[in-house]
């Protein structure tokens, strides 16, 4: 699996972190669209980058990190075909896959500690979407995103 990862100033030190669990992990593949060193930058300059790159299939899913992680959702959901899910809890991660077929997670930098954050990601990458009533729901995002 491929992710598209960014982060604002703010998700800097957790997307770094990642990172380094990806590196160590050796089964997951990554493109980081920045930042690339920590300076203050603007989240939806990074954010949209790493957005698309999952809307193209460049890239399978993606990881989105600001602060709050609440601009990198409205960034992440701007992108069509994107169905970002902020996530503070390995129980939200796995509902935002089971449920929402979420392509796209977003953490929250300044309030989630990297072990959780990892345990999170875990959950969220190894979850399958249910489908179902779950697709008939997805489909109609889908299809107000075609309109
Ligand atoms: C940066 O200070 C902060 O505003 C940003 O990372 C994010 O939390 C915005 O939603």
Avoid at 14 to 33: G, R, S
Avoid at 66 to 92: I, P
Avoid at 124 to 136: A, D, I, V
């Amino acid at each position: 699996m491929k992710i598209a990862i960014a982060s604002d100033h703010a998700g800097f030190e957790l997307k770094q972190n990642i990172l380094e669990y990806f590196v160590n992990d050796k089964t997951i593949e990554f493109i980081d669209y920045g930042i690339s060193e920590n300076k203050p930058a603007d989240y939806p300059d990074y954010g949209f980058k790493a957005a698309q790159a999952v809307a193209n299939q460049d890239c399978d899913r993606g990881i989105l990190i600001c602060g709050s992680g609440l601009g990198m959702s409205m960034v992440g959901n701007r992108v069509k075909g994107v169905r970002a899910a902020l996530c503070h809890t390995e129980k939200l991660a796995e509902l935002s896959r089971r449920h929402n077929n979420a392509n796209v997670l977003v953490l929250a930098g300044r309030f989630i500690a990297k072990y959780l954050a990892y345990d999170i990601i875990k959950v969220w990458l190894k979850t399958e979407f249910e489908g179902g009533r779950h697709q008939r729901r997805v489909g109609k995002i889908e299809k107000f995103d075609n309109k």
